[in-house]
């Protein structure tokens, strides 16, 4: 599966947009894009993934480029409750596949 | 409601005292994993399961063992304990491992050995 690069942390005023960016230049083409988020030390959760196309859901949209090698997770208002470490994971479709977690972006959603 | 649980939330133990850390899923899912974080490491998988009777070492299996007897239930085991196994432990689970599904994860058992 291929790697991925996030900034360590970023910043983001309440009520704002918060677009959360993320590298995987060496992307497979059946390699999907994950998105996941650990508030404080509880579970991972789940936010949205995709393959080729723009996805949006209840939580966020997620912006893959064309040629597929950088992707933005978009919070589109961001609120206090939002502030947690967000990882981007790529995962191919074969049987050996996991996800694997990275450093990940630390998102400090402030008033 | 769709959800992973494992018990204990806490739990502290003895060096060489076994233990168990039970995880439990009511989505049918096929794949099953176990991870532990630990500071400056992020997330490592211990071990996986594709479905009943099939497990597999993840990254850092050495000193776990798992059971995979029923769909729903992945048990953790640490038949000897030792200080190094202290971390957070989470469950996981999804209808499978390949891209295009979510997985699930518990709420997480912090454990302690002394």
């Known amino acids: 599966d291929a790697k991925t690069t996030q900034p360590p942390s970023m910043d983001c005023a309440e009520g704002r947009a918060a677009n959360l960016p993320c590298n995987h230049s060496t992307i497979s083409g059946n390699e999907y894009v994950y998105w996941y988020r650990q508030i404080h030390s509880q579970g991972p959760q789940y936010i949205i993934h995709g393959l080729k196309n723009n996805e949006t859901n209840e939580m966020a949209s997620l912006i893959i480029t064309e040629d597929r090698k950088s992707s933005t997770l978009i919070l589109p208002h961001a609120t206090l409750r939002d502030t947690a470490v967000y990882y981007c994971?790529?995962?191919?479709?074969?049987?050996?596949?996991?996800?694997?977690f990275g450093t990940g972006t630390r998102l400090q959603v402030t008033l | 409601e769709a959800q992973v649980t494992q018990n204990p939330r806490y739990l502290i133990t003895v060096t060489g005292k076994k233990l168990t850390v039970t995880c439990s899923q009511n989505?049918?899912?096929?794949?099953m994993s176990w991870y532990r974080q630990d500071p400056g490491l992020g997330l490592r998988q211990i071990y996986y399961?594709?479905?009943?009777?099939?497990?597999d070492k993840g990254d850092v299996p050495e000193g776990y063992k798992v059971s995979r007897k029923e769909k729903r239930n992945f048990p953790l085991i640490l038949e000897s304990p030792s200080p190094n196994q202290t971390s957070l432990y989470f469950c996981a689970s999804s209808k499978a491992p390949r891209g295009g599904t979510e997985a699930f994860f518990g709420q997480g058992t912090r454990l302690t050995v002394v």
């Open positions: 399961s594709m479905n009943v009777e099939v497990t």
């Open positions: 989505m049918n899912h096929e794949y």
């Open positions: 994971i790529v995962m191919g479709t074969g049987t050996a596949s996991k996800l694997t």
